[in-house]
């Protein structure tokens, strides 16, 4: 079985008439004709009724079309995507990320892409992980970069790398000085947490809950940058990643253990969805700049 019988098949199933499926396929009728009938042997299965001028598929020709056809349009993208050049790609990009990676590794993915790519018109978003689930979820972004979503409402998951929480503070506070802190040590410890509808506090939750520990939460917030402004003018604590830090002034950063908090961001896209050229190009760069370990 070749390629070439799989086109001719599909073009027949479409049209339902030999002259005009080879016309549709550039040879000629009797060729059309033969490389069906060959397909048929090989598959040992009659895939389309024959009535005079009449064609129709079975039902077996039905299930093998339906099959076959989003197989061939797979084909030709991969081959559209070898061919096209970056001066031909154009169009518009929808991505979206949480915080964390928008301070640091967004930027400098979008940096790489657009030199590569400058006739893409790229549209960036700063959404929570739910967020950007929901717009992957109904079209309006092309691809996401946060962590695997609780629920995977049809989504495709790619993880990239781990990535470890630590203990932010100012260099005042008593655990500045450590290497690292235990989180059983946290019991009573006043922090500033994000809400607890974020994924990342559900995880840390997880931890404290393991440890034995109950922290002071005297604030909730729904945004890391303010939190991180917060814990930077007072004496609060807080825990973060140090993505999320970037470069902060007046910060110490330090590691936690037993256990150890640890998330996993990755690439989100729709399943259901057909990826563009753009999108593919995109989560490439992010792939290779996550193997180089965290975003310069």
């Known amino acids: 079985m070749e390629l070439r019988h799989l086109r001719y098949c599909v073009a027949l199933a479409e049209v339902q008439n030999f002259t005009r499926a080879a016309e549709r396929t550039h040879v000629t009728q009797s060729t059309l004709s033969h490389q069906i009938k060959q397909l048929e042997d090989e598959l040992d299965v009659t895939l389309f009724n024959r009535d005079g001028k009449s064609v129709s598929l079975t039902q077996a ?27 031909q790609l154009t169009g518009e990009l929808r991505i979206a990320a949480t915080h964390s990676f928008n301070v640091q590794l967004i930027p400098q993915c979008l940096a790489a892409f657009m030199e590569k790519f400058p006739q893409v018109k790229v549209i960036v978003e700063e959404l929570s992980g739910d967020q950007i689930a929901q717009g992957l979820e109904n079209g309006t972004l092309d691809l996401g970069i946060s962590y695997r979503p609780a629920v995977p409402r049809g989504l495709w998951f790619e993880p990239l790398f781990n990535e470890e929480l630590k203990l932010i503070m100012s260099p005042t506070h008593p655990l500045a000085k450590r290497k690292r802190v235990r989180m059983v040590e946290l019991n009573g410890l006043p922090l500033a947490l994000l809400t607890r509808n974020f994924s990342t506090r559900q995880l840390l939750d997880e931890c404290f809950e393991a440890a034995g520990a109950e922290p002071q939460v005297v604030a909730e917030m729904n945004a890391i940058s303010p939190m991180v402004e917060l814990v930077r003018r007072t004496h609060l604590c807080s825990i973060v990643s140090d993505n999320a830090l970037s470069g902060e002034p007046c910060l110490v950063a330090v590691a936690l ?40």
Do not use: C
Not at 260 to 266: E, M, S, V
């Open 61 to 87: 020709g039905r299930d093998f079309v339906d099959t076959i056809t989003p197989i061939l349009k797979q084909v030709d993208a991969a081959v559209g995507a070898l061919k096209a050049s970056p001066d």
């Open 257 to 296: 253990e037993n256990p150890t908090p640890i998330r996993t961001p990755g690439l989100l896209w729709n399943r259901n969805h057909d990826r563009p050229l753009a999108t593919r190009y995109m989560a490439n760069i992010i792939r290779e700049l996550a193997l180089q370990g965290q975003p310069r």
